[in-house]
């Protein structure tokens, strides 16, 4: 099923992200999470591509068997910086090949090395091919409520995202944030620009303090004092972080659903028991 189509319902939408292995010997145990994850019947599940600027040759295999096994309708990310157009467009065939009917299309990071292939510069690119040579499928994209990293502001970064938008993306889906006023001040600013798709929430649970270094080097994402105050409070408590990290994206679901924001979307880090609470914890909302 496509993504639009599940989004254009107009009814809350509650989906996983889970990312491949780099080796083939953790595919076994990186695949058994995936399907625990997608045997809570989330709306759709995400697969992403690589990270760092690398590829990535189980993001298919995985979103096939997640749709195959579950019936869950699969999201495969593909990226194209650092890859060829011969490559991009036998991931493609790949895609199609699984019955998978969605793609989220990206630019990915450009490598520590800088090295990168000539043939794609955005992602912009990337989906108007897509969208002239596999017209069947549905494509989203990123965006990002506090400006993309490498973007001098956020109103050249929303220009860009208008950009991949009129090549023809159906949906896009937020970077991860801790405080719900930014995405409903960004949905405001889009919204200004006539970006009219829909536009799904990532949230990320925070179930331990090594995610948070990670996260503020890499994004700068911004960490509102009530969060830092849980960082420091259980940081040094695994069960305790898992426990609050949990909670706090549970608030921030809740909140963002009360607000009319309907699609939500866990970076679920390949770990079923914290989807599972999550979806627990909706389970009179959702
Ligand atoms: P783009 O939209 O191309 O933007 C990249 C930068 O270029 C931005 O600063 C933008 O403002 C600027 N720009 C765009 N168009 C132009 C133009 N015409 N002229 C000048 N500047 C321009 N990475 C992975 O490796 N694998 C994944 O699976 C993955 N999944 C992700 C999922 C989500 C929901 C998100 C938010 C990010 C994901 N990423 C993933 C990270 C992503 O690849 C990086 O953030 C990357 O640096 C940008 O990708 P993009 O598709 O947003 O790029």
Do not use: W
């Amino acid at each position: 099923m496509k993504i639009k189509d599940i989004l254009a319902k107009g009814q809350p939408t509650l989906s996983f992200e889970v990312f491949p292995p780099k080796e083939e010997s953790n595919f076994a145990s990186v695949e058994k999470a995936a399907l625990e994850i997608a045997k809570l019947n989330p709306s759709f599940m995400s697969v992403t591509y690589g990270a760092g600027g690398g590829t990535s040759q189980y993001t298919v295999q995985i979103a096939s068997d997640i749709q195959s096994t579950c019936q869950v309708p699969a999201l495969s990310h593909l990226t194209c910086v650092s890859s060829t157009r011969e490559k991009v467009h036998s991931v493609l065939r790949e895609i199609q090949a699984h019955g998978i009917e969605n793609v989220l299309a990206l630019r990915g990071d450009i490598p520590k090395d800088g090295k990168v292939e000539k043939d794609y510069q955005y992602a912009s690119q990337l989906i108007r091919e897509i969208r002239e040579t596999c017209p069947e499928l549905c494509i989203g994209a990123a965006c990002y409520p506090e400006g993309h990293v490498e973007s001098v502001n956020k109103t050249v970064d929303i220009g860009h995202l208008k950009e991949k938008v009129e090549a023809g993306c159906d949906f896009v889906t937020t970077q991860m944030f801790f405080d719900n006023n930014i995405l409903y001040n960004y949905l405001y600013r889009i919204r200004e620009k006539g970006i009219t798709v829909p536009v799904v929430a990532g949230i990320m649970p925070v179930t331990n303090i090594s995610q948070i270094k990670r996260i503020c080097s890499m994004s700068g994402t911004y960490l509102p004092a009530r969060f830092k105050a849980i960082v420091d409070r259980f940081g040094d408590n695994p069960a305790a972080m898992k426990q609050a990290g949990i909670a706090y994206a549970t608030e921030q679901i809740i909140d963002l659903i009360a607000n009319h924001v309907n699609g939500i979307h866990v970076y679920s880090m390949n770990k079923p028991d914290v989807a599972a609470q999550i979806k627990n914890n909706l389970s009179e909302i959702l």
